[in-house]
């Protein structure tokens, strides 16, 4: 019984710091209504043009599903804008933006992209 109250009490912990990191990454977030850059960490910054293909993404990048995220490219449904694009974010969902290109090849163009490859305009 001990030690199902000690795994039960490191599990709550480790619940705990992940809900306080995630929660942090929502504080510091670029809000609707204000400019940012799209920042990833690759040269391009995969942009969803709906939720539906945001979680498709999501599903097939955490699969290491080459071909589904291929073939979400080539349908369209993810945008490809390059690092350091300007955009500005239009709506909002957790952990998630909905941003408005602002310059570039997709100009214009809206989608959803995770809330971390937002960043602050300086």
């Known amino acids: 019984m001990k030690s199902l109250f000690g795994k039960l009490g490191v599990i709550i912990i480790g619940i705990t710091v992940m809900l306080t990191i995630l929660m942090s990454l929502e504080a510091f977030a670029v809000s609707i209504g204000q400019e940012g850059i799209l920042e990833s960490g690759a040269e391009l910054v995969p942009v969803?043009?709906?939720?539906?293909?945001?979680?498709?993404?999501?599903?097939?990048?955490?699969?290491?599903?080459?071909?589904?995220?291929?073939?979400?490219?080539?349908?369209?449904?993810?945008?490809?804008?390059?690092?350091?694009?300007?955009?500005?974010?239009?709506?909002?969902?957790?952990f998630i933006r909905k941003v408005r290109i602002l310059e570039g090849e997709y100009i214009g163009m809206s989608g959803w992209v995770a809330i971390e490859y937002v960043k602050d305009v300086k």
């Open 48 to 94: 969803a043009v709906s939720k539906e293909a945001f979680d498709e993404w999501t599903k097939a990048r955490v699969a290491n599903d080459k071909y589904g995220m291929g073939l979400l490219l080539a349908s369209g449904k993810i945008l490809t804008p390059k690092r350091g694009t300007k955009v500005l974010v239009i709506d909002r969902a957790t």
